[in-house]
């Protein structure tokens, strides 16, 4: 379960889809939960219906017992567009001892507004709660980005892990491996260098690479694929590797073929391999110089891995990784 945990977390469309999902809980714990927004210095517009009356009320108490005009134009104007239907509100269900005050603080309004102040507007006039609107759209949103996520992440899901190839198992390893620094070593730099791998059940590994100077002028080509295999039935279990190498000023081409224990040590294999090229026991660490007329290639075993079976051991390769290096000579 944890592999197969892992495996999906790979794929970079399901990393992103959680991490997005994520992202937003964390966010939403964070903005409600831990942290949440602290209104300061708001205004009575935001407040309550029935928070917005009491203030009011409180209002007119205040400009009953101050008599000051200014401050209660300002408290009025701090209602915004509601201030006028809460006043008729208050108005309306006034005790007889309070509808003076109440009567005191309209007069006052239509003085230093005029008589529309008092007047209610129209629907279609009342200013929007902008606030209010941008919590619901922001949290449709939210809801939007984090339903989509989900959806996509569960079609993932149902379409199980992709299918890993012997191929893409090869490249991946060729990728972790770690080249060779020549020049740390005091050895010219190669004009090419590349890691390659074969894996048990890459029928069709056959690599090339072309070969360039530094000036982008061609020299030729080398490569690796397979030689020989053993056995029947599929995978195919190989035997021999063949390196070679290409020289666009010579004639030839220089092949090495790197054969398992089993198949250096059988006659008949050797015979059958003896005119491909010059054979070697392939073994861990091993290196192995292929020549032309001006181009060296060295080719060296970085890993090397026998596969298990009905076969005789050591026979077939489960794994081989090589690292190619092509040098000019006489420059």
Known sequence: MRDLLLLYLKK?????ALGLILGIVIGLLWGWVI???QWVNATP???RPDLQEDY??????SFRLRLDPNQAAHRWEALGPVAPSIYRRLLENAAPE???AVEAYGSLIRKVFGEQALQERPASQKG???ARVVLVVGLILVLAVAVGGGLYLFRLLRKGPKVVTPAMQARELSRQAE????????VAPPVAQVLTTYVLGDNLYDESFSIESPAGKFLGEYGVGI???IGVGDPKRVTALEVWLYDQGDIKTATTVLMSRHAYQDASIRAELEAKGELALIQPGGEYMLETANLQLLAKVVDLEYGEGPLPPESFFERVTLELAVWQKNV
């Open 12 to 16: 970079p469309q399901i990393a992103a």
């Open 35 to 37: 942290q949440p927004v």
């Open 45 to 47: 517009a935001v407040l």
């Open 56 to 61: 009011l009320r409180m209002a007119i108490d």
């Open 98 to 100: 309070e509808r003076l």
């Open 128 to 130: 929007l709660n902008w």
């Open 179 to 186: 080249r060779t620094d020549y020049q740390a070593m005091g």
């Open 227 to 229: 030689s020989k295999v």
